[in-house]
């Protein structure tokens, strides 16, 4: 209970709103969310109240907590209007809020969990409330004014990170030169409180002054909370005289308690021994012990209201500060609801004491049946049982825990109680008592007593490969980033409850065949045991199933209903109803089976279809390679040699340079000036290749490697031309004037830099990119309208009548004999002239209609 308390108020006072906060306003936030609701997430207190708490004035938390917390979007003001009752006013604590359905969030605590958080708060610094109060008031209620919310502060992170005896892990390491006069402790305290290590140092110096903290100075410096270690000394007091079974002789059953008492705990708690060493980890933790605070334990050190003096620590809220209730044994020891841990039940001296077998604690059967229906014959009643713990119930302990996350949890230091018990039986460790592995102790927690007793190394080897595969399977069910050691801890944990008091006779094959594998009915691969893995909420296909059955069932009563001419809320006869369900059952079978049948007839008809087209593929690739090639002619060059390929590449490419050279250098010339400049640039490209074949031929290459020369340097020298076309049509207006463009638009932005000439950097170097981005655009545009415009002519005369008319007029010229010269209407220049009049026929098209008129005027003269 105490690593997931203290993850939650580590994480709150990590929340980036709150880093550099004062305390006060850091406490506040502790404060609301201890004591928020747990369905609600809701708070209702009034600014005195929760001054009262943080130990500060009214004005304070209106003027400073409150605006602080609502600002950093910690807290939420909601105003809550029923019918026919004034309004309330709550704060809504929103971490809390947000974290509702993520398993993963140090905010998602249960109803068990803040319950335990409040009343942990409140046996440190709550106010006290009433003169009959039930609720005593802390160790730091009388502290008050300057420093108050600090020392609440430091004393709650002391406390949580306080082992069960006390002792408070300092920090390692060599400490710095500047804080190492301070110590280790106060290092320590400054690091929790992320403040200053002065800071730090008197808020220690006033709880050790108050007796709150025991700081032994030396060598080895040590940090003690004695309220811890008091709680818990009477905690393992508490349960010693709540008659907890003890191992003496042969394993024998304890005797049953006559009468248990109020003072009775719970079996979990019950294998936790008084020791002054505690080990390092503090697997000890238990909650519910500042219920035993009172001024007794404390032998004279400290006073209930934690040392300070003065007249507020005399009385508090009409209550007296050394007041306890009449009969403290009669207050409920607070902790966690939770499911028992294992019993150490009586076996014979074969079975060494360790059967595997775990109590859940009544199983699914209510607790008024769980005493009587599931215990064994002949054996008595285990103190602390869900019978014997009715009467210690109180209000924060949560009257209906969430039964479906909590009932199967089991007590992790089960496993090291049962070893105790042998030990101190029998004088030594077990005959064989397996350790689990490091990187899957958590995981195999809820089994490690079964795991204990896995005797083979083989067997052991088995079982963390069925482990690893399992949490491999399920990170690829919800991805990489799930939890999925948490995920398999609580199947194992299900499936040890199920098991009860079963004896597991054979440990690896119940864990790799029974608690490992997930068990689901629905496809879903996400459902186990009809819940969903990663929400825990039911699994809608496993509901979709349990619907079908039960139109089925019902859809049989209306058939026999009707068959029998009765009403079918009537008592129908159970012969007639299940043969009907089973006929119904009949038929859904047939046709599942049928529709089997068609998806498999599908199936086959799809892979003899993919069968086939594969067949024709291979054929036809196997005819494809014996294809000569088109170009030489060699034998089985499957339609293309690698020499005439490459030859192809290379007249390629010498035509993508031509154009390239046309759309950058000839754009808007005539077209005998784009063919000479297309002409050049061809020549060039050939004669780089022309010299790469001549070099590889020198060298006494192969054919195909002289080939594969006079392609790669054509590549070359495309891209060379390429680059030289960009770099031209970067200077042209255009570029020109989107380059200027890009760096007004950037200097307009310099008041986001330090300095100009940062601005001015930033500047030229859009403009190159703008100026580069208009380059490939001039490029890419120009080439599309130059390899457009051959088409294009082409479509032009296929389509336009008087062009084809044009054509046709010319071509009646060529094959008619020239007219004389003053039929004509020239004044004779001979060949010479006629020459110029086809010209001009090839060039205009009215030159083409007046010839044609001419010729019709000759022969009508004829």
Known sequence: MRVPLRAAVLALLAHPQLVGQKDVVRLGAVVFLAKAAH?????????????????????????????????AGLIAPIVVEEQDEPLVSYFRVMPLWEARGATGSPFHLQKPELATLLRFIEGLFAPGWGPASKTPPGLLAARQARGAATDRLAMLLLALHA????????????????????????????????CEVPS????????????????????????????????????????????????????????PSQAPGPTSVCEHCRDEEARETFPLEGDGWRQGSFEDLGMEHFAGEATAHGGFHGQEATELA???LNSLPEDESETAHFHADHALGADLLPQPADHCGF?????????????????????????????????????????????????????????PAAASGVLEAWRSVSGGPPPVWATVPKQLADVLRPVEMIWGRLDRIGARWRVEQAVRAELEALRG??????????????????????????????????????ALPRRATCPDARCDDGHRMDTGSDCEACGMLHVDRRALRQRAAAQVAARLAVSVSDQLPRAAFEEELRQEWQRQGWIRAAQHEQDAEARRAREAARAARRAEFEAAEAARRELPCAGCGRERAGGLCGICADGRVVEESVGEAAEIAVAAWAHDLDAERRQLIARKTESQVRAEVEASTQRGRAEGAFEETVSLMGKLAAELSLAQVRRQALGHLAWTDEARAEAESAYAAQMRRRHLFNTRADAEEAAQEASRAARWRTAEYLLRTRLGALRARPARVKEERATDPYIQQADSVRAQLRHTQPAADADRGTSGHGEAGLKATAGCVDEDPYAAGAARVRQALAGARA
């Open 318 to 320: 009409g209550q007296m």
């Open 477 to 514: 069910v919800f991805g990489p980033g799930v939890d999925a050691e948490r995920i398999l801890k609580r199947r194992l944990g299900r499936r040890l409850a199920e098991q009860g008091e079963k004896v597991v006779v054979d440990p690896a094959g119940w864990l790799i065949r029974w």
């Open 39 to 71: 369905r609600t997430c809701r708070v209702a207190i009034t600014a005195r109240e929760l001054g009262r708490w943080l130990g500060v004035h009214k004005s304070t938390i209106d003027h400073e907590v409150l605006p602080a917390l609502r600002k």
């Open 163 to 194: 082992r069960p005896d006390g002792r408070v892990p300092l920090t390692g390491g060599r400490l710095a030169q500047r804080v190492e006069s301070y110590g280790r402790a106060v290092v320590t305290l400054a690091r929790m409180l992320a």
């Open 200 to 255: 730090a140092s008197l808020a220690l110096k006033r709880l050790e002054k108050a007796e709150l903290v025991v700081l032994t100075a030396g060598a080895v410096e040590r940090l003690r909370v004695p309220a811890i270690a008091v709680a818990h000394r009477a905690a393992a007091a508490s349960k010693h005289d709540a008659g907890a079974p003890s191992l003496k002789g042969s394993l024998e059953p304890p005797a």
């Open 355 to 411: 059967s595997g077998e775990a109590v859940g604690g009544g199983g699914d059967l209510p607790e008024r049946a769980c005493t009587r229906e599931e215990s064994s014959p002949g054996r008595p009643p285990v103190p602390g049982r869900a019978a014997d713990r009715g009467a210690a119930r109180s209000p924060l302990r949560g009257e209906k825990p969430d039964q479906s996350s909590s009932r199967w949890h089991v007590d």
